[in-house]
T-cell receptor, first 116, second 113 residues
Framework: KAGVTQTPRYLIKTRGQQVTLSCSPI?????VSWYQQTPGQGLQFLFE???????NKGNFPGRFSGRQFSNSRSEMNVSTLELGDSALYLC???????????????FGPGTRLLVL | AQKITQTQPGMFVQEKEAVTLDCTYD???????LFWYKQPSSGEMIFLIY??????QNATEGRYSLNFQKARKSANLVISASQLGDSAMYFC??????????FGKGTKLTVNP
C-alpha cells in the first residue's frame, strides 16, 4: 500500500499571502489529521477530518482551516500568513474508528512552509 | 487534559548497545493509548510501537519494546542493539477520550559508531 502523501514538500510564501497544502491518505483510511511542528511549540494538533466533516479541532486561530473530499483527500489552508506560521505541517491518516483500542496514525513526509 | 513529558532532550548510545528513552504521561482518562514515533532529519514521523492502557503485556516490535508501568504513568521505549540508522528524534504520544494525539517534546538520539 502506498503511504500518506503530501504536496508540495516545500513552500516559500510572504506575509499576508495564503497557502493550501494537500494530503492524500493511505487507501481505505477515512480520517485525516493535521499537525504543525515548530522548534518552539513542538507538535501541535490542528484538526481532524472524517467523512468530509471536521471531527476534532485544536487551538489555532480561524486563519487555519481545512476540508476533506469524498475520496478522503484533505486540504489545509492558511490565510493571511504570519512569520510564525513557518513550520513543518504534517498530516496523518487512520481508519477513523474511535477508540479503544486507539488507532495508530500514519504520517506523511510533511510540507515545510517558510514565511518571509 | 493529557500531557506527555520527555525529560531527556538528547541521548547518546554506542552502536550495538541498548538504550532507554523516558516518557511519563498524565491523564484522567480511564482508557488511553501510548505511541512512540521516530522522526529522522527528513521529517517524516515513523510509527514504532503502541501500548494500550489495558494491555497486560508490554508491547514489542522487533528491536523496540515498551516498558509500561501504569502505576508510575511511564511508558519508556527500549531500543536493543542500536544501529547508526536509529539516530533521530523520538516522540512519545498518547491518545485518550479527546481523540487527539498529544506529543511530548521529543528526545534526540545519537548512535555513535
Amino acid at each position: 500500500k502506498a503511504g500518506v502523501t503530501q504536496t508540495p514538500r516545500y513552500l516559500i510564501k510572504t506575509r499576508g499571502q495564503q497557502v493550501t497544502l494537500s494530503c492524500s491518505p493511505i487507501s481505505g483510511h477515512r480520517s485525516v489529521s493535521w499537525y504543525q511542528q515548530t522548534p518552539g511549540q513542538g507538535l501541535q494538533f490542528l484538526f481532524e477530518y472524517f467523512s468530509e466533516t471536521q471531527r476534532n479541532k485544536g487551538n489555532f486561530p480561524g486563519r487555519f482551516s481545512g476540508r476533506q473530499f469524498s475520496n478522503s483527500r484533505s486540504e489545509m489552508n492558511v490565510s493571511t500568513l504570519e512569520l510564525g506560521d513557518s513550520a513543518l505541517y504534517l498530516c496523518a491518516s487512520s481508519g477513523g474508528t474511535s477508540g479503544p483500542p486507539w488507532e495508530t496514525q500514519y504520517f506523511g513526509p510533511g510540507t515545510r512552509l517558510l514565511v518571509l | 487534559a493529557q500531557k506527555i513529558t520527555q525529560t531527556q532532550p538528547g541521548m547518546f548510545v554506542q552502536e550495538k548497545e541498548a538504550v532507554t528513552l523516558d516518557c511519563t504521561y498524565d491523564t484522567s482518562d480511564p482508557s488511553y493509548g501510548l505511541f512512540w514515533y521516530k522522526q529522522p532529519s527528513s521529517g517524516e514521523m515513523i510509527f514504532l510501537i503502541y501500548q494500550g492502557s489495558y494491555d497486560q503485556q508490554n508491547a514489542t516490535e522487533g528491536r523496540y519494546s515498551l516498558n509500561f508501568q501504569k502505576a508510575r504513568k511511564s511508558a519508556n521505549l527500549v531500543i536493543s542493539a542500536s544501529q547508526l540508522g536509529d539516530s533521530a528524534m523520538y516522540f512519545c504520544a498518547m491518545k485518550g477520550g479527546s481523540e487527539k494525539l498529544v506529543f511530548g517534546k521529543g528526545t534526540k538520539l545519537t548512535v555513535n559508531p
